[in-house]
């Protein structure tokens, strides 16, 4: 029915459209074989036929979206809706029962079974003679077996396969072997179109489930956790490469045992530096999986000089994991201390800066995003951007953990007059005492309490 009103809809619209016009077209005919009067003709027609695409675009957008609401926001549909906007916020099968309870018993009427098909085992079911029966049981399980193929079907009133949803009595979705069955006797009031967005959902709800269970399984044992910090860390640099005229400093404090974040720093030669400092999405293991692949990554490239290539592999490495989601801003920067000048490629990071001192004190020109994510949207043409330095500057690296901590307030530290001032203050003095200066002022503007996010930096004080 959805479907079926947006093509009426928008063929509506393109008929009206056409013969408006076509209408208006026939009175602005030249009447007169004048070159000037065909071309103020043909400007008029043209004019007329922007104001007609315009008028019809915005009555069909309405239309549209008056459609929306009365098909699937009203009515028997608007039930399955809900239910659907509740599945987005479930994390577990109990969080799913509870959705099942409000929308789909209480609500709709419904009786329901998911039945894991691997183990055979019922999950869940409604507390009625429906699903509790043995017959119900028993056909379900002779028509609907472990090998059944994923997606949404209807079934009759004796439980076999209709691809009429007038005659359905209910529905089924099939996702990595979990059953869900819906019994309704009013299934055919449900819109069709409806069924695809809470398959989809379904499929995320199960794909999500299974990844929170893993991590619990290894949160579970404390050794292994903290094996694979030990991991984690090993691929994080050991020591501060001592450099000519270029002097570093790290801090690398991850939320949980395991971290997203990550850093590096490469020479190249004894004049050119590649620093590198990124963030993936999310946390825990799969976050700590792909920091890893990063940082390997980078470390196996030839080219290093190559900001493009190596960007374009990381992209690659992480589509290639098909891992759901995942992604890295990231920084990379080749400081190059003998021409004086850094040549960088800023993957949507919160905008690193240099810290240049002059006559009236330190200023900041920031090293600006001029890439989009790497590993989930495409990645497009990429330009290597450069910057000069100079002897004193100070480069600032750090993930989004750094300037967006709050205060009681909720107001973000890199918002603040004081995280400019202690920035500002912190250029003359040494790395190292730079960042224990940002590192005391998280901690105070915390108010010492727990942190929401992994907090990682870096930073390069040239020429000396």
Same mark, same amino acid.
């Given at each position: 029915m959805y479907k079926t009103r947006r093509?009426?809809?928008?063929?509506?619209?393109?008929f009206?459209?056409?013969?408006?016009?076509?209408v208006f077209s026939l009175f602005l005919l030249p009447q007169k074989e004048n070159e000037e009067y065909l071309i103020y003709s043909a400007l008029i027609v043209f004019a007329l036929f922007?104001?007609?695409?315009?008028?019809?675009?915005?009555?069909?957008?309405?239309?549209?979206? *008056?459609?929306?609401?009365?098909?699937? #926001?009203?009515?028997?549909t608007l039930i399955i809706k809900d239910f659907i906007d509740r599945l987005r916020f479930c994390y577990s099968l109990e969080d799913f029962y509870g959705a099942i309870g409000e929308y789909l018993e209480k609500k709709g009427d419904c009786s329901v079974l998911l039945i894991d098909r691997i183990k055979n085992y019922v999950l869940y079911n409604s507390p009625d003679r429906l699903t509790t029966s043995e017959t119900t049981r028993d056909k379900i399980n002779q028509y609907f077996n472990e090998n059944w193929q994923d997606g949404y079907f209807f079934f009759d009133k004796d439980l076999g396969i209709t691809s009429k949803l007038s005659k359905s009595r209910g529905f089924f979705l099939c996702s990595e072997k979990m059953h869900f069955y819906v019994f309704c006797n009013y299934t055919r009031l449900f819109d069709e179109s409806i069924y695809k967005q809470l398959f989809e959902e379904y499929k995320r709800f199960m794909t999500r489930t *299974?990844?929170?269970?893993?991590?619990? #399984?290894?949160?579970?044992?404390?050794?292994?956790w903290q094996q694979l910090a030990e991991t984690q860390q090993s691929f994080l640099p050991q020591k501060i490469p001592n450099i000519n005229k270029l002097k570093i400093a790290t801090y690398f404090r991850p939320l949980v045992n395991v971290s997203g974040d990550y850093f590096s720093i490469l020479p190249i030669d004894p004049s050119r530096t590649l620093?590198?400092?990124g963030d993936v999405s999310g946390k825990g293991l799969p976050a700590a999986l792909i920091m890893g692949l990063v940082m390997n990554t980078v470390k196996i490239i030839e080219d290093k000089e190559d900001l493009v290539g190596v960007i374009h592999a990381v992209d690659k490495a992480i589509k290639g994991m098909h891992l759901q989601d995942k992604y890295t801003v990231l920084f990379l920067g080749i400081i190059d201390t003998e021409k004086m000048k850094i040549r960088y490629i800023n993957a949507s990071m919160s905008d690193p800066i240099i810290l240049s001192p002059s006559p009236d004190g330190y200023r900041m020109k920031p090293l600006t995003s001029?890439?989009?994510?790497?590993?989930?949207?495409?990645?497009g043409d990429i330009t290597v951007q450069e910057k000069r330095l100079f002897r004193g500057d100070t480069i600032l690296i750090a993930t989004d953990g750094v300037s967006e901590v709050m205060d009681d307030s909720g107001v973000e530290l890199g918002d603040t007059d004081i995280y400019k001032k202690t920035l500002v203050a912190g250029a003359a003095k040494s790395p190292q005492e730079f960042v224990d200066d940002i590192v005391d002022l998280i901690w105070k503007y915390n108010g010492d309490k727990k942190l929401h996010d992994d907090v990682t930096m870096m930073i390069a004080k040239v020429g000396y």
């Open positions: 093509r009426v809809v928008s063929l509506a619209i393109y009206v459209a056409i013969a408006l016009f076509a922007v104001a007609v695409v315009f008028v019809c675009t915005r009555v069909k957008k309405h239309l549209m979206e *008056k459609v929306h609401h009365d098909t699937l #926001e009203t009515g028997e *299974k990844t929170i269970s893993k991590l619990s #399984e290894i949160a579970a044992t404390t050794k292994e620093l590198m400092l001029n890439a989009s994510l790497v590993g989930i949207l495409e990645m």
